[in-house]
């Protein structure tokens, strides 16, 4: 245990200023219970703070639940102690996975290691920027709308959100439990393969989780990087929505780098797009509202009304007036029906593709602390990544340069069930 007290305690000096965790395991509740082989041994692994551990405070980084102790592992958990994982804390994110830059978190904001002084996106923050810094090896984080893929970008790391049910989401808070879904952050695609393998499968106590054959899982083992022939669709509306010249210029030098490698890219039309977010956060507000309900002040701490940031409080109030009877149809019922519309639309468009590529985020991050009173300019972070989680499909970042010394992000979209292409593009990207 002495070895892993002198990683801890590396680990606390090396994030003074960067504050991506919340908590180290300084005790070594979790660090003892890990196996001692499997395919993640001697890697050091950072959990997202809204995903359970036994023994350490779980607190989706909201005050609500700060005294709140984990009395179980999460699946993700029990299968990174079996493969060996050495989880050494809970990282940092935006209050109950609300926010889009890491800054909502009761715990204070995380900084961007790969820009510094900017937001590292969210709201999977400290996951993204403790991979990015070098402090852990691989970490893992949650994806409602982005959240895992936005940091990515942001950091310059690889992110990825696999089709939903492929993770359990048994030990996750909710935000949205119809678009959650559990993913790693990595530094390149084949550690991020490896660990999403050693997290993946079916699990009888989530009822969202798909049960597949073995082969399904071997993501390591069937990486391949060829783009030849690989047909990737790009949609014209990207362009109009991509505020930042900069990331345009990175994504179509991406774009002509799949071209040059073999690729043939297909250009097609997603007219639906600027409904996305709407679409999105009707739902969000609804799920998140019944979600929430638990948080009373009884069982779990605090009421969550009475203590929570301004963001975490907008999003329970508008979840509570759209859930009323009389407006539960104008609002949340047409919700629905746009979300069966920006479905149908994206799998008409990548029925003739193998993958859509494009940009992860429209702008780049924001400097940390800077005032910004719509939250709809917040919202628009998530453009780009919204679609994914609406159409339960697979989608990851992979780093494709930067604007003034800051990272962008190129991301790649698949088919459900196509996680092992939308790997294999983001590698042959990463090779090439």
């Known amino acids: 245990m002495a070895g892993d007290m002198d990683l801890i305690a590396e680990l606390e000096e090396g994030d003074r200023g960067l504050n991506s965790f919340i908590v180290l395991d300084r005790e070594g509740v979790v660090l003892k219970k890990r196996a001692k082989k499997g395919k993640l041994a001697g890697l050091k692994v950072g959990v997202k703070s809204n995903i359970s551990v036994d023994g350490l405070p779980v607190t989706a980084a909201s005050k609500t639940l700060e005294n709140y102790i984990g009395s179980y592992d999460a699946f993700v958990v029990e299968r990174i102690r079996e493969e060996g994982g050495s989880i050494v804390g809970m990282t940092n994110m935006d209050e109950f996975a609300c926010g889009s830059s890491g800054e909502t978190s009761f715990y204070n904001e995380t900084d961007n290691p790969s820009a510094p002084g900017r937001i590292p996106g969210g709201s999977s923050s400290g996951s993204a920027a403790s991979v990015a810094a070098g402090l852990v090896d691989v970490s893992i984080g949650s994806d409602t709308g982005g959240s895992i893929r936005n940091p990515a970008s942001h950091c310059g790391v690889v992110g990825f959100k696999p089709t939903y049910g492929v993770i359990s989401r048994y030990g996750l808070l909710d935000l949205a439990m119809s678009l959650d879904q559990i993913g790693p952050l990595a530094r390149n695609v084949e550690s991020s393969a490896l660990l999403l393998e050693a997290i993946a499968g079916h699990d009888p106590r989530d009822e969202t989780s798909l049960d597949l054959e073995k082969g399904f899982y071997n993501f390591t083992g069937n990486l391949d990087p060829r783009l030849e022939d690989k047909r990737l669709g790009y949609a014209r509306e990207f362009d109009s929505l991509i505020q930042d010249k900069g990331i345009g210029r990175v994504i179509h030098k991406a774009i002509d780098k799949f071209s040059s490698s073999g690729a043939e890219i297909i250009d097609l039309s997603l007219p639906n797009l600027k409904i996305a ?8 507000y609804v799920e998140f ?28 109030l508008l979840g509570k007036y759209i859930t009323q009877r009389e407006y539960s149809g104008r609002y949340y019922r047409r919700a629905l029906q746009a979300r069966s519309v920006l479905r149908r639309e994206l799998m008409d468009a990548l029925r003739d593709v193998d993958v859509l590529v494009g940009p992860a985020v429209p702008k780049l991050p924001h400097k940390l602390g800077t005032r910004i009173d719509d939250p709809m300019v917040m919202y628009a972070y998530d453009i780009f990544t919204v679609l994914a989680n609406l159409a339960g499909i697979p989608a990851g970042v992979v780093p494709a340069g930067e604007t003034d010394s800051i990272p962008t992000g190129l991301h790649v979209m698949g088919k459900p069930l196509g ?12 090779q090439y």
């Open 277 to 284: 977010l709407p679409t999105y956060y009707l739902n969000v």
């Open 289 to 316: 509202y019944s979600a929430t309900r638990k948080y009373d002040g009884r069982r779990y701490g605090h009421r969550i009304e009475t203590v929570c940031g301004e963001e975490v409080l907008r999003r329970i």
């Open 419 to 430: 996680d092992q292409k939308v790997l294999d593009v983001m590698y042959g990207f990463e």
